[in-house]
């Protein structure tokens, strides 16, 4: 991945941490890249699949969850 640098109004990055805050999401990089994605396929790849798949709230409080395991654990 790129890093790309970007300047955001208060109230966005207010928002941003207030999702975080709830469990919503792990980090502000992965609101704005999954926020930036749902635009990419709304305006330019086309409309968004309702697919039969896990939650993308499930998928991260798992990474989330791995990601804690394995810094709790090292060596596993």
Do not use: F, H
Request: proline content about 5%; hydrophobic content about 40%.
């Amino acid at each position: 991945m790129r890093v790309v640098t970007i300047c955001l109004p208060e109230s966005y990055v207010d928002g941003v941490d207030k999702l975080i805050g709830q469990n919503k999401y792990p980090n502000r990089s992965e609101v704005i890249r999954i926020a930036i994605r749902d635009l990419l396929v709304d305006e330019l790849w086309g409309e968004r699949k309702i697919s039969g798949g896990v939650p993308l709230v499930t998928q991260l409080e798992k990474m989330a969850l791995l990601s804690e395991t394995q810094k709790s654990n090292p060596t596993a």
